[in-house]
């Protein structure tokens, strides 16, 4: 099983599919040709589930960093003898700048292999694994590369000087001197694709590493325009986010990855790499602060697309679907996979797809109200979906449901549901013209006061002193504090102020980092603990800054931004005891709340300096008369 923590691993994206290469080189993580297929590379769950690991034979240290503004990565490595610098990406198609970024990829891994300063031999130790580890594909050499079958994979390695096979593994060594420069590249394909796998020349590798790198560039100088504090985090995030985005449907997942766990050794582990309308709903606005979302309409289609048929006060709407909009994501565990530090079990697919959740209409619609600018572009049946979708809340906020952390205990009445079906009411109200719905706006106003209404008198607890978890209930709910962040109430309310400080003093860690809730009080129906959850602390930060009081807003986006990576990435949670970072890996959510606080932090700054610059102006313009002091 792997022991290597989560944060030691870097982020490669294609927008199709993801890789995960750790810090001595090895590719630990892959699934080819998109984010929810099965691993060729697994050792991140399990040490029999494949690697590719490319390393100086020597003794080494290394630094590593994104190659410019890209999601390539760039690992340094010396020796005593000399210096290698790695370059790994997935590769980019031929016409993928600016907003084609994603477009017909052509689903290879390119290593670049330079050498800067003296001599290095290079170990290069392949093992492919398709289907998570259960294949073990039979290899054979190819002029200038190795090729496996098994399973419905054909890949085929670029390894230039041959290579030594067996047991299913293959193994170089590469001796390089100064200026020399080696590419190998990974290549997957099926039987029936147009362009089989094949080993690449040189010139061939070169230039799609070159024109992956440049296609990044161009795609951040259209997109990338924010300026702030916590500039380079917010911009970073801003490339997780759309790799985490499937360019050929508009469909945005989670998380890379599957079962890393909440909880070392427990059972809190799932598989995140679908399409949560939550999720994406909230990518999306983050997106608008981060990287400009000029994709969104690709994503509302997506999601009329998805749920077509789905949808409207008789019918829930489904809230997650598979990358091409698949409806069933049947669980299943895969007991032959350890998982990582023996966290079993390792999952495949997610039991929650069929929960009901009703909070997921609020953030379908929140996000559709911050990027309204590009609604006029989005055709009559995504119109009329959103408004079904206002429709859907109108009716369903009455209904228990499983809630924002998926609960597999009995459903509830959760507030933070409730709070949302208000929203996707109150956007609705706002977006009716766009929506050609104006015929509905009484009724959308009507449900909207009755759900404010239940909220403030049945979600208040005089004994708790706060908001809490479900109506009835004393229980503490870090969602709670997207009351003002969505608008609900305002942040210096006093029963919101309450809450902030319920929460920020009774459920958060010795480091002041938040929990999403208490498990021991066992409404999620699961054994085990997890850790506090980066996402819920830069909650806590964004409502600090919207009731004015940013600089403690500012010390606890510190605290949860001192976990990021070397890279700048976040996963899930972080261990209380260690320190370490848990859950899957990049994880959208905490990249969200990033780069949200961020902003907040920013917009309550300045509003700040423009109050104290007005009132200033105003003393000086005071006539002598009314001056203070006089």
Avoid at 248 to 254: C, K, L, M, T, W
Avoid at 431 to 440: N, S, V, Y
Avoid at 448 to 471: C, H, K, M, N, P
Wanted: one cysteine or more; aromatic letters at 8%; proline letters at 4%.
């Amino acid at each position: 099983m792997s022991t290597t923590p989560i944060a030691d691993h870097a982020f490669l994206s294609d927008r199709h599919s993801c890789a995960l290469v750790d810090r001595a080189g090895s590719v630990e993580w892959l699934c080819f040709p998109r984010f929810d297929g099965p691993s060729v590379f697994g050792r991140l769950l399990d040490d029999d589930a494949g690697h590719w690991q490319v390393q100086p034979a020597a003794d080494w240290t290394a630094t590593r960093r994104y190659a410019g503004r890209s999601l390539a990565l760039e690992t340094t490595f010396r020796t005593a003898d000399g210096e290698l610098v790695l370059t790994d990406a997935l590769g980019l198609g031929p016409d993928n700048g600016g907003h084609r970024l994603g477009i017909d990829v052509p689903h290879v891994l390119v290593r670049r292999l330079a050498c800067t300063a003296g001599t290095v031999d290079v170990l290069v130790d392949y093992r492919p694994r398709p289907e998570y580890g259960l294949v073990v594909p039979l290899l054979s050499l190819l002029d200038g590369g190795v090729a496996a079958r098994g399973g419905a994979e054909w890949l085929v390695l670029t390894l230039p000087g041959g290579a030594e096979l067996s047991g299913g593994r293959a193994r170089a060594r590469l001796h390089l001197q100064e200026g020399d420069a080696v590419h190998l590249a990974l290549h997957r394909s099926t039987l029936g694709d147009a362009v089989p796998a094949h080993v690449w020349t040189q010139p061939d590798l070169a230039e799609l590493m070159d024109r992956t790198l440049a296609a990044w560039e161009s795609w951040c100088d259209l997109h990338q325009s924010y300026e702030g504090p916590w500039q380079d985090l917010v911009h970073v995030s801003g490339r997780v986010l759309f790799g985490l985005s499937y360019q050929p449907s508009g469909a945005i997942v989670a998380a890379g990855t599957t079962s890393l766990p909440e909880g070392v050794g427990g059972e809190r582990n799932w598989d995140y790499r679908f399409s949560w309308v939550r999720d994406a709903s909230f990518t999306m606005e983050a997106l608008w602060v981060a990287a400009c979302p000029d994709e969104a309409d690709d994503f509302f289609a997506f999601m009329t697309t998805a749920a077509a048929g789905g949808i409207g006060p008789e019918d829930s709407l489904q809230i997650m679907f598979g990358v091409a909009g698949e409806h069933d994501l049947t669980e299943r565990t895969l007991g032959r996979l350890r998982g990582w530090r023996d966290s079993r079990p390792v999952r495949v697919g997610n039991g929650a797809w069929d929960q009901r959740q009703v909070d997921v209409y609020g953030e379908l619609l929140g996000a559709a109200a911050r990027l309204s600018d590009q609604l006029p572009r989005v055709d009559e049946e995504t119109r009329t979906f959103l408004a079904a979708c206002a429709d859907t809340a109108a009716v369903r906020w009455h209904d228990r449901d499983q809630g924002i952390w998926e609960v597999r205990g009995e459903p509830q009445h959760f507030l933070y549901s409730k709070v949302m079906c208000w929203v996707a009411l109150d956007r609705a109200i706002d977006l009716a013209d766009r929506l050609h719905a104006q015929d509905r706006v009484d009724d959308w106003k009507q449900a909207r006061d009755e759900i404010a209404a239940a909220v403030l008198e049945q979600g208040w607890s005089e004994e708790a002193g706060a908001f809490t978890q479900y109506f009835g209930s004393t229980a503490l709910d870090a969602s709670n504090l997207m009351l003002p962040i969505v608008g609900f109430l305002p942040a210096d309310d006093p029963r919101m102020l309450a809450t902030i400080e319920a929460i920020a003093g009774r459920l958060t860690d010795e480091q002041g980092l938040v929990y999403r809730y208490r498990t021991e009080e066992g409404v999620d129906g699961l054994a085990g603990e997890e850790g506090t959850f980066l996402l819920c602390t830069f909650w806590l930060a964004q409502a600090l800054a919207l009731s004015g009081q940013v600089q403690r807003a500012r010390e606890v986006f510190e605290r949860a931004a001192a976990y990021v990576t070397d890279l700048g990435l976040l996963a899930e949670e972080v261990d209380p005891g260690t320190g370490e970072l848990l859950g899957n890996f990049p994880q959208a959510f905490s990249h969200i709340g990033l780069v949200n606080a961020a902003w907040a932090i920013d917009q309550a700054s300045r509003n700040q300096v423009a109050s104290g610059e007005a009132r200033v102006s105003s003393a000086r313009t005071m006539t002598p008369a009314m001056s203070p002091g006089r």
